[in-house]
């Protein structure tokens, strides 16, 4: 039977709920899955036909050290989904950046180029946006993530610098439908449409994850949705293993705020099929 690692973080030891339902559908497979904490220098990597990279959620607070491990892996010829290439270009959200040249609509984005001061309120003023969205570049559930508007922009300026100065800040414009409707996010598997999830935020908030009471429900995306996401993922090169799109619907278009390709939840819970789709996509793959 092949051993496969799903890699984790040590406050998910034994995996999150959502990947544990993997577990027999790959055991059914002839894959013997089993969870393994990335920074355990003791686990045996080598000895894995592949690794497939999870919910290792402290990834972006150590992320030198994270792509070191994912280097070495590589060295050692074990097997690593998603692939090291993709995993490196998208640790950093400067990859929005290659959609849009490619023509692919995104969330109106202001990048905080390091070195040079940027007066966050002026900014807003200049870009014509109420609301924006504060982000690290390397960031995972909503790490250091704010809301901003013209009247908190001067107490939010020391959040904006010491990203900028650190691991690099982006300022996405704060989309109303993220409240008013939800966010979209679309799992694909081998580069196959699994299943659509909308996710929207308690009320008064604008964070969709579980962990700040956002609600989470399957839903089947409208075609401009799922079309869009489609051509996104025509872009990848390679194909990945797994792959979750995230973006809101706007005046009937969708527009991408990220792409996540190292340690989404996949929601598998969300259909039945979810979690032998993802054990067929990890069989064929090895």
Same mark, same amino acid.
């Given at each position: 039977?092949?051993?496969i690692?799903? !890699?984790?973080?040590?406050?998910?030891?034994?995996?999150?709920?959502?990947?544990?339902?993997?577990?027999?559908?790959?055991?059914?497979?002839?894959?013997?899955?089993?969870?393994?904490?990335?920074?355990?220098?003791?686990?045996?990597?080598?000895?894995?036909? *592949?690794?497939i990279?999870?919910?290792?959620w402290?990834?972006?607070?150590r992320?030198?050290?994270?792509?070191?491990?994912?280097?070495?892996l590589?060295? !050692?010829? =074990?097997?690593?989904?998603?692939?090291?290439?993709?995993?490196?270009?998208?640790?950093?959200?400067?990859?929005?950046?290659?959609?849009?040249?490619?023509? =692919?609509?995104?969330?109106? /984005?202001?990048?905080?180029?390091?070195?040079?001061?940027?007066?966050?309120?002026?900014?807003?003023?200049?870009?014509?946006?109420?609301? !924006?969205?504060?982000?690290?570049?390397?960031?995972a559930?909503?790490?250091?993530t704010?809301?901003?508007?013209?009247?908190?922009?001067?107490?939010?300026?020391?959040?904006?610098?010491?990203?900028?100065?650190?691991?690099?800040?982006?300022?996405?414009?704060f989309?109303?439908?993220?409240q008013?409707?939800?966010?979209?996010?679309?799992?694909?598997f081998?580069?196959h449409?699994?299943? *659509?999830?909308?996710? /929207?935020?308690?009320?008064?908030?604008?964070?969709?994850?579980?962990?700040?009471?956002?609600? /989470?429900?399957?839903?089947?995306?409208?075609?401009?949705?799922?079309? /869009?996401?489609?051509?996104?993922?025509?872009?990848?090169?390679?194909?990945?293993?797994y792959?979750?799109?995230?973006?809101?619907?706007?005046? @009937?278009?969708?527009?991408?705020?990220?792409?996540?390709?190292i340690?989404?939840?996949?929601?598998?819970? +969300?259909?039945?099929?979810?979690? @032998?789709?993802?054990?067929?996509?990890i +069989? +064929?793959?090895?």
């Amino acid at each position: 039977m092949r051993r496969i690692a799903l !890699a984790t973080s040590a406050a998910y030891s034994a995996l999150t709920e959502d990947d544990r339902l993997l577990l027999g559908p790959l055991a059914e497979r002839g894959l013997r899955a089993e969870p393994a904490v990335w920074k355990d220098l003791k686990y045996s990597w080598r000895n894995c036909d *592949a690794v497939i990279i999870r919910s290792c959620w402290d990834y972006h607070l150590r992320l030198d050290e994270f792509l070191a491990w994912i280097d070495s892996l590589e060295r !050692a010829g =074990v097997r690593v989904f998603n692939q090291p290439s993709l995993l490196r270009w998208n640790a950093d959200k400067i990859y929005l950046r290659d959609f849009e040249r490619k023509g =692919v609509p995104i969330i109106p /984005t202001f990048w905080g180029e390091s070195g040079t001061p940027t007066d966050l309120a002026a900014q807003l003023r200049d870009l014509g946006w109420q609301k !924006a969205v504060i982000k690290p570049r390397i960031s995972a559930s909503a790490h250091k993530t704010r809301l901003t508007s013209a009247q908190s922009a001067a107490h939010d300026q020391a959040l904006f610098d010491e990203l900028q100065c650190g691991p690099g800040v982006m300022l996405q414009k704060f989309m109303d439908e993220v409240q008013t409707a939800g966010e979209w996010s679309l799992m694909f598997f081998a580069g196959h449409f699994s299943h *659509a999830v909308m996710k /929207t935020p308690k009320p008064g908030d604008f964070r969709v994850q579980h962990e700040y009471g956002g609600f /989470t429900v399957a839903q089947d995306p409208p075609a401009p949705v799922l079309d /869009t996401a489609v051509r996104i993922m025509d872009t990848l090169d390679p194909t990945p293993l797994y792959a979750r799109v995230d973006g809101v619907e706007s005046n @009937r278009h969708f527009l991408l705020m990220e792409l996540e390709l190292i340690e989404p939840a996949l929601f598998l819970d +969300a259909t039945s099929d979810a979690p @032998r789709l993802l054990a067929d996509a990890i +069989a +064929a793959a090895l």
